[in-house]
């Protein structure tokens, strides 16, 4: 919990700092004075005076700004007029209002490169056994198979063959691919299943059916992955359980479950899962393969209450460690593809959006506070390579945010801006109160929802 809010404390406030130093920088390379940098809003916390401007950090930590002079909000003297934010042409004060998201956006592909060049461990693209029946079943997915490369699929035809280098890299072409309404062309190397090991097949994934609506922390279920592969082995055996009592041990690779032989850890856990439709736990017969001998077991699962279900379980873990492969990039190749990321993000995160608006989405993927501290814990315990990822993703998020055309955000101003160089006039101050309440209400509702979904994804509701 510590860990928790720790991190998510120096995530907001690194992004925030970032965001607002944007601003300061343009500011002051444009010969605008500025008075106030701080970090939080409300009572301030520590000061300190350096030059003309004074830094703060205030109590909450939810954001932060820049006050410039500016005659709309107070008498400024005349020797400082020719410095004040609204003196500006309207080039500089559009820069000064686009340097925050800006620096967000930067920060971003710094973040990123920063792990491309070091590298991170990531789970291969091995999959287990698709669901059956479903999208990935009827491609002729198969246990074990690796995704190498995918291309959009043009009238079943590959186009532009994007190689694959981990199961995240697959999980983002698979969210694309859904959101542009596209077919996937795989291809796919096999790990035996009757073939020659290693054999490089194509298939056809039929997602341009699926919509933006699909898209969804459920997205990899709905299309019929049901995970990394493992193989059907025995882990780690806990103590007072069935699997004890059985006599099974950790390393027992698992050859047969009432004369069935599973293809991975996935359907193995799945037949166990499965083996009390009526609630009634049942011996099971187990083939184990031990030091290279074969050891016939009858185990008997114990019913147990998970959320309003009870199911079987023998009280072990299940499933070989899943493989890992360590992705990294040259100097060059690693700052494009961080380059290429960020963009990928910000257009992902506008479509996204768009299609919310349009109700072609699902609000559900609005995320608020409480998903980014506990994803922030999360990739701190996973280590720093993935806490710098996460921040790289949640720094874009906030650049694309703030540059939404609502009249609260950076993107407000440089609408009314857009305004001014069109007409030749400023946005009545009539017409800026009445965005600026309009704007209050859609950021009020949206960090509703926000919220709404934090708390139904933390009590199992989504």
Known sequence: MLTTVLAFLVTIGVLVVIHEYGHYRAAVACNVKVLRFSVGFGRVLWRRQCGETEFVVSALPLGGYVKMLDEREGPVPPVDQPRAFNRKPLSQRAFIVAAGPAANLLLAILLYAIVNWAGVQELKASLAAPVPASIAASAG??????????????????????????????????????????????????????????????????????????????????????????????????EGGPAEAAGLKAGDKVLAVDGREPRDAGQLRQWISQSAPQGIARPLSLEVLRDGQRLALSVTPVIRTEGEQRVPRIVAEIGSPVEMVLVNYGPLEGLTKAAQRTWDISTLTLEMLGKMLIGQASIKNLSGPLTIADYAGRSVELGWAYYLGFLAMVSVSLGVLNLLPLPILDGGHLMYYLFEGVTGRPVSDAWLERLQRGGVAVMFLMMSLALYNDFARLLGMH
Request: hydrophobic share 40%.
């Open 141 to 238: 997915m198969q246990s074990g198979d690796e995704v190498i490369a995918l291309a959009p699929a043009v009238d079943g035809e590959a186009v532009d063959w994007q190689p694959v280098r981990s199961m995240s890299d697959l999980q983002w072409h698979l969210t694309d691919s859904v959101l542009q309404s596209e077919d996937l062309r795989l291809q796919v190397r096999r790990a035996g299943q009757g073939r020659e090991p290693g054999e490089t097949v194509e298939l056809l994934l039929n997602t341009s059916h699926l919509s933006a609506a699909d898209v969804d922390p459920k997205l990899m279920d709905r299309l019929g992955f049901s995970g990394p592969y493992a193989s059907a082995e025995i882990r780690r055996v806990i």
